[in-house]
C-alpha cells in the first residue's frame, strides 16, 4: 500500500511518497510531509479526512495521465517513476505556445486547410492550418513571427491531437521583408 | 388480440437519442437505434430495444446518409421515424422518403421544411402571418453580390447559411472589406455542416436578446405557443446556456411573443414540436430570426416550467392521436439548461476527444441530467461535442442558478476535458445573475483566453492522487495496462515528449 514516484502538474513536478497502512495516509511532497489523513478508497471514489477536513475525490488514470476531480475541478498530473522527467500536457501545451518550433493539432479531426507554404514568412497571429473536428473548426495561428521550415500534412488529411502540422523557425522579419500580411498578392 | 407494439427508427444519436428511447418505453413503443459503427456501445444504444448499424463512423456515411437510414427504417419495419435534432432531422428529402415509404416522419411535413427550413422563405411566411422580420437579402452568388445587396441593409451584418442551425456558416460582418473571407469560410462550414453552401445576409441587431418560443402544430392549422426560453449566453453563435422564461420578458410582452410564434405555426399548417425565433431588442421590440423544424437541444427548460413531455407529444401526434393537450403558456417556476461539452476553455475550446475514464453524475430534487455517454465510452471526432445537459429547476431563477451551480461541482467527467468549470463560472457571473444578457454577453464578460480562478486545493489534490495511488491505482480503473492496451492521444505525443527531452 505505497506510492513512490512523481506527479507533475504543469508547473512543477514533485517528488511524492505516500503509504497507507490502517485507513492511515502519510508520506511527503518533496520531502515537506503530507498532513497526515484518514483515507479510503472506493473505486474511483477517495475520500481524505486530515484535520477535520474532509475531501471527496473522484480519481482515475490513463496511462501516465492521472485525473483527479475534487469540488467541480478536475486536477491532471502526469504520474512518473521517478527517473524519467517529463512535462505534463497542460504545462506542455502552455510552453508550447511561446517557444516551440512547430504547431500541433489541438484535437484529433481532418485537416480542411493549409495556408502557408515552405519559405513563408509569416506573422505572429497569421493562419496556418485550419482542423476540423466535431464540426468545429479550429484555426491554428502563428505563435510569432516565423518562417515556415516544413509542412507536414496537407487539406484532408485525417490528424491526431499532437500531430505536427508545419515546422518552423523565428522569423526575424525586417521593416521591408513581405509577410502573408502584408505581401502583394 | 392485443394491438401490434408500435415501432420507432430513432435516427439520431447521443442524448437526444436516449431520450426518446426512453420515452418510447414509457408510452409502450418498441424503439430501435440506428446507429454507426463508431456508437454501437454508447448508452442510445444499449437501452433501444433493437439496433441497427447505418454505417461507418463519419456523420455522412451514416447519420446524413438519407438512403441508409430509410432502408434501415424499412428493414427494421418501423411505423415511426423520429429524427432528434441536428442531421437529417429538418431534410426535407428524409421526410420525403420516409413517407414514400409508409412511414410517418416525427416532424413536419416535407413541404414545411423546404419552406420554413430556409431562412430566406420562412421570412416570406413569417411577413404574410404579420411578424415583424428582421431585414435581410435574399440567397447570395458570391462576395460581390453580398457587398452589393448588404448595402441595402447596412453594415454591421450577419452572414448566414441558408440551411444553417448551430451557428454553423455563420459570420459577423463587420465592413465589405471583412466580406470575402467571411464568404469563404462560412460557406464551407455550410457545406460541410449542411450539404448547401448557400448564404444570405441579415441585419445585426446589437445588444439583442435571442428569445425564442416553443410552438407545437397539429398540422392541420391549429397551433399552441408554450413559452418563451432565452438563449442569449452564446459563444461563437453556438448556445451555451438557456433558461426559461426569459428574465426579459413579463406577461404581456410573453402574450405577444406567444400570439406572434403561434400565428406563423398556424399559417405553416405546421406538424408537431418546433421553435420560433426572435431577436429581442433593450426596448422590448422583437423581429422574427428564423423556425427550427424540430426538437431544439433546449427543449427541457421549456418541459420543466410547464410540467409537460414534448417527445412524448410528437410521437402521440405522430400516432394519429390529434392535438395534445398542454398546459397554458404561464410558467412555474424557473429553470436552467447547462450544456456540458468535450471541449477545453482554457484552450480556446479545442474539442477534446477520448475516453470518458469515470463519470459521475449529479442527482437530487429538481436536477435532470439528459447524457449520452457512459463510463467507458470514447468522445470521438466524428460528431459535436455536447457530452449531456443538465437541467435544473427552482422556484425562483436564484434557486435555479444555485441548483445548477452545486450539481456542475458534482459532475465529475474525468477523460476528456469539459467546459464544465467555465459553466459555473458563468453561472456565478453577477450580470448572468442579475440576468443583464444579450448575445454579446460572453465576448464583452469573458474575452479568451479564458482561465479558470486560482484555488488553493492543489495540495488536498495531491494527497487524493497519493491516496488513490498508494491504494492500488496503477492496478485500477484505466491502470497502465488497460492504457496500453487502448492507445490514447495522451500515452503517444511525440511531440509533447519532444519537448521535454528533445527526443522526437
New interface residues.
Partial sequence: MTFAGTLGDGDAERAVSASVRGGVLRGTVDGRPLPEAAVERRGAEVLLEAGGVRTRAVVAREGDRLLVHLDGRVHEFEVGDGVRRRPSPRGGRRARASDEPRALSPMTGTVVQVAVKPGESVAAGATLAVVEAMKMQFVVRAPRAVVVRSVSVAAGAAVEIGAVLVEFEDGNPSPDAPTRENAPR | MPALRKRVLVANRGEIALRVVRTCRVLGLTSIAAHSEADASLPFVREADEAAVLGPGPARDSYLAIGRVVEAARNARADLLHPGYGFLSENPDLAESVEAAGIVFVGPRAETLRRMGNKVTAKEAAEKAGVPVNPGTGKLRDALHAAGEGARIGWPALLKAAAGG?G?GMRVVESPRDLEAAFR?AS??AL??FGKADLFLEGLVRPARHVEVQVFGDGEGRAAALGERECSVQRRHQKVLEEAPSPAVDAGLRARLCAAAAALAQEAKYRGAGTVEFLLDAEGRFRFLEMNCRLQVEHPVTEAVLGTDLVAAQLRLALGGGMPEFPPAEPRGWAVESRVC?EDPE??F??????I??L?VPRGPWVRWDGGYAAGDAV??????LIGKLICWGATRAEAIDRSVAA????????P??N??FL?AVLDHPRFREGRLSTSFLDEEFPPPWR?PE?D??????????????????A?????A???ANP??????????G???GGA
Fill in positions: 448551430g454553423r469560410t464551407a462550414e460541410a455542416s468535450a484552450a480556446e479545442a474539442p477534446s476527444t477520448g475516453r475514464l469515470a459521475e470521438g471526432p466524428h460528431y459535436d461535442s456542475l461541482g458534482r459532475l465529475a467527467v474525468l477523460g476535458r469539459t464544465a468549470e459555473r479558470a484555488r486545493d492543489g495540495d488536498r489534490a495531491i494527497a487524493a492522487a497519493a491516496a488513490w495511488l498508494a491504494l492500488g491505482g496503477a485500477g480503473n484505466g491502470g497502465a488497460a492504457a496500453e490514447t492521444p495522451w500515452a503517444s505525443l511525440p511531440g509533447w515528449r519537448h521535454g527531452g
